[in-house]
């Protein structure tokens, strides 16, 4: 178990290694959102922080295909809106943060499409990977201490079971 525990940072260590400036960026939810346009392809969001509390003056970029297609700061309450916007995917980021979200028309949306598109940066989106600050090392390495600390009460448990007969010897 403990060789587990280390194996979940060996994958990382090269990261880990070069420090902050190689910091890989990762998807944390690859789930695509669905946002119903509001008249006139007004695409609406906010940015937040992991708080909740709206980030004024960042800037939101609008991509389909790799290509920026839309562009927008947000204001005092962290909303953003863009205009003339089409059906289709488009992929949302504020700084390291990124949304995928699938825009619809009003009269085309599916039920569960949202008003707007939520971006909490540093939550739903990219952040650095350094491994260990995932939760799943921290995870593996408490079941591999558990493991161990179970294994030597069962030991001295089964020492403290043993008779041993010492017989003298002979001269």
């Known amino acids: 178990m403990a060789l587990a525990a ?37 695409f609406k969001g906010r940015v937040v922080d992991h708080t909740g509390a709206a980030v004024e003056g960042a800037e939101v970029s609008v991509k389909q295909n790799n290509k920026e297609v839309a562009h927008s700061v947000t ?38 499409a949202k008003e707007q598109s939520l971006l909490v940066l540093g939550e739903n989106g990219a952040r650095g990977n350094f491994g260990a600050g995932d939760g799943a090392f921290w995870a593996v390495a408490a079941v591999a201490v558990a493991g161990l600390i179970v294994g030597i009460i069962a030991l001295t448990r089964d020492n403290n079971n043993t008779t041993t007969v010492v017989t003298p010897m002979s001269p």
């Open 6 to 42: 280390v194996g979940m940072m060996i994958p990382n260590a090269p990261a880990m290694a070069a420090g902050p400036s190689r910091a890989q960026v990762k998807m944390v939810d690859a789930k695509i959102f669905d946002i119903a346009l509001s008249d006139g392809g007004m």
């Open 75 to 112: 204001d005092k309450s962290g909303s953003f809106v863009v205009s003339n916007m089409k059906t289709g995917v488009y992929s949302v980021n504020s700084g390291a943060t990124e949304g995928v979200y699938r825009v619809w028309t009003e009269k085309s949306a599916p039920p569960s």
